[in-house]
DNA sequence: AAGGCGTGGGA
DNA sequence: TTCCCAAGCCT
């Protein structure tokens, strides 16, 4: 059990330091340029989905380039958007992003929804994105709770190195008693909070020298203690199915035509794992396997699997 | 509600 | 080298 204290008398008191910090330290990424819009914005939050800003940026460029708007991208094949994605990593996010551009042209006139729940009911959109799109793209007032923010919480608010491994009824309270009432400044406190995380608050070397909060951090004040709940989860990669997942889509990634069996069984000696893997591909809808034992990436977008 | 799902860079 | 981590989502 993780202690939680209670929220500051007056939250108020950290949203001056932190926004002016950002003020003075936002990194000038484009989707935060107003020429981004609410599409930027959202293309952004699904690429930024546990991968470092410096790898989304020239992919970013690209793909805002050829599919400037929803309805650009919902035209082409889902495997187009898995392709375009290149090495980003989690490329199911893909398929989404290219489902919530669809979603978006039949639904909502191919403008991104302004309101959370249309935002929530999107493919690849969950309480994060949604809040954040909401937010960044809307400048609406919503309790936006990333790895980042809820580290900073956990810090100045809660005194632990580390938030819990899933995020709890308690953060999301913490996080809307932070919030600051007028809506452009809570949005303003969002991207600041986050941008604090991301660059100061840090997990593994806090620059707490140059923390705008740090006479105010009860982590700090508490003598900056080891963090001493469960372990975090730490994810294996060398050997899963994970990994023979990224090898067989690489080889259809590079290629123009479909590509027969025998050359996916190139990249992985295992044969059970190796159809295992690919396997699990085209009921992702990742891979479409055609006759005779070709397969290409996805011209059509296969019925939802459910269970 | 744990666990699956990619990839690469920095310490 | 190995380990940790990076603006989560879905089932």
Request: proline residues 10%; glycine residues 6%; neutral net charge.
């Amino acid at each position: 059990m993780t202690a939680m204290t209670a929220p500051p008398e007056t939250p108020a008191l950290l949203h001056d330091p932190v926004i002016d910090w950002f003020g003075d330290h936002a990194r000038d990424l484009p989707w935060r340029r107003p020429e981004a819009g609410p599409w930027g914005v959202m293309v952004s939050e699904f690429m930024l989905q546990q991968t470092p800003v410096s790898r989304v940026l020239p992919v970013y460029e690209q793909w805002l380039a050829r599919w400037p708007r929803p309805a650009d991208l919902a035209a082409e094949p889902p495997g187009e958007a898995v392709r375009a994605w290149g090495r980003l990593g989690y490329p199911r996010r893909a398929l989404r992003l290219h489902a919530a551009a669809s979603a978006i042209t039949e639904l909502h006139g191919g403008e991104v929804p302004r309101d959370h729940a249309r935002l929530l009911a999107l493919p690849g959109v969950g309480e994060y994105t949604a809040a954040a799109v909401a937010s960044f793209a809307y400048g609406q007032r919503h309790a936006v709770l990333d790895t980042n923010v809820r580290r900073v919480f956990a810090r100045a608010v809660s005194g632990a190195q580390y938030p819990p491994n899933a995020t709890t009824a308690a953060e999301r309270k913490l996080a809307r008693a932070l919030l600051p009432e007028s809506e452009p400044v809570a949005a303003r406190w969002a991207a600041a909070t986050m941008e604090l995380g991301a660059l100061v608050c840090t997990a593994r070397t806090p620059e707490c020298a140059r923390c705008p909060i740090s006479a105010h951090c009860a982590w700090r004040a508490a003598g900056s203690p080891e963090h001493d709940g469960p372990p975090r989860r730490t994810q294996s990669y060398a050997g899963t199915d994970r990994q023979v997942r990224g090898k067989l889509l690489a080889v259809l990634r590079e290629a123009i035509d479909p590509v027969p069996q025998a050359v996916l069984d190139t990249v992985w000696d295992e044969p059970v794992q190796r159809a295992r893997a690919l396997d699990g591909l085209v009921a992702d809808g990742l891979v479409e396997p055609l006759a005779d034992g070709w397969y290409r990436l996805p011209l059509s977008t296969p019925a939802p699997a459910s269970g």
